[in-house]
């Protein structure tokens, strides 16, 4: 008999049960605090799990701070129950165990009272250590962080690590030795992510070593290049032309990165979500109105401020400007200027 533990049914399954993991709770690894040092997160990366086919289920389970020095976050907890077999089989205390059915499956403490009103809890820290998955004996180093979760290996090793090799500019650009092309995009956000990445300093020029920064905001580059190995995506899809643009870059990069919270939640941006068009408008042009007033109702028509005047380059198609949404058939009311003076749009 011969059994295979790696075919591509096999893997093609693996992925599947990893994408039903993620979508089953709130699993965003780019605003959890133990990004980089997840063992799930480890297992996607391995796997190839770089997005999901799956619609989120994003539950709302409570939080359970009630212990003095543990606290537990059920959503997003993926019941593997290494601490009740810990609890169990290890310290012997049995004081976790599951409770629910299907997605609403729980670990719970003894009956299902708050972790900190525990009779039977030692305070072992066993199901903690080993919730995580990369325990190891006491006395050895275990690599841990200031949060005390282990390192990855890319985390730990550096640029010795395998991890790093895995983004080395031979396995990007298909075994040729050419440096990595970086990109960097600002979608519908603040740009504080690219605040942050400037804020690397000194640390910049190392990367400019190793890497060629091919689109940026800080780069006087008009059209998104072709075959960019890695895109870091700021801000939050806001409107049609940012939807028309992100799938763009997503055809022409092979690895596209998900860049602080607006790109991966919508955070502040998303909030115009909660309401109406109607009421949105009403908002922006109504009640923060601090000269005129009014909801804009008409369609753009350039026409030039005097007699005589010629109408601008970017008017010429008869729409200004050309790449500007529009909300619910309501335009924005504008007013531009190009080398021939003032030109309102009316």
Aim: one cysteine or more.
């Amino acid at each position: 008999m011969v059994v295979r533990t790696d075919t591509p049914t096999l893997r093609s399954q693996r992925k599947l049960i990893v994408e039903l993991l993620f979508a089953e709770r709130n699993h965003v690894c780019s605003v959890c605090v133990m990004d980089g040092a997840c063992e799930l997160q480890d297992l996607a990366a391995t796997l190839g799990v770089d997005h999901i086919r799956l619609a989120p289920q994003y539950p709302h389970f409570e939080v359970d701070v009630s212990h003095e020095r543990f606290g537990v976050d059920h959503n997003r907890c993926i019941l593997c129950t290494r601490c009740v077999r810990v609890c169990d089989e290890v310290e012997g205390a049995h004081t976790w165990d599951v409770q629910g059915r299907g997605r609403n499956s729980t670990v719970i403490t003894d009956l299902g009272e708050p972790w900190g009103e525990s009779d039977t809890c030692t305070g072992c820290a066993s199901a903690s250590r080993y919730a995580h998955g990369r325990s190891v004996p006491e006395g050895k180093d275990s690599g841990r962080d200031a949060q005390g979760s282990q390192l990855s290996e890319v985390h730990r090793h550096g640029e010795k690590g395998k991890a790093v090799d895995s983004l080395s500019s031979s396995s990007l650009n298909g075994g040729q030795t050419a440096r990595p092309r970086l990109a960097t995009v600002w979608l519908g956000g603040c740009s504080g992510c690219h605040m942050s990445f400037l804020d690397l300093d000194e640390r910049l020029i190392d990367l400019a070593g190793i890497a060629d920064l091919c689109y940026s905001p800080i780069l006087d580059v008009k059209e998104f290049p072709e075959r960019v190995d890695v895109t870091l995506v700021e801000g939050a899809v806001a409107n049609e032309d940012h939807l028309r643009s992100i799938r763009l870059i997503r055809r022409r990069t092979r690895i596209l990165v998900s860049f602080g919270d607006c790109a991966v939640t919508g955070n502040v941006t998303a909030l115009r979500n909660l309401f109406s068009v109607e009421d949105v408008l009403n908002r922006a042009y109504r009640e923060s109105a601090t000269i005129v007033a009014g909801m804009p109702r008409e369609r753009y028509r350039a026409a030039p401020a005097g007699p005589g005047a010629a109408h601008p380059r970017c008017c010429a198609r008869g729409s200004f400007p050309a790449r500007m949404p529009s909300l619910g058939g309501r335009h924005l009311r504008l007013r531009c200027r190009s080398a021939g003076g003032p030109f309102a749009i009316r």
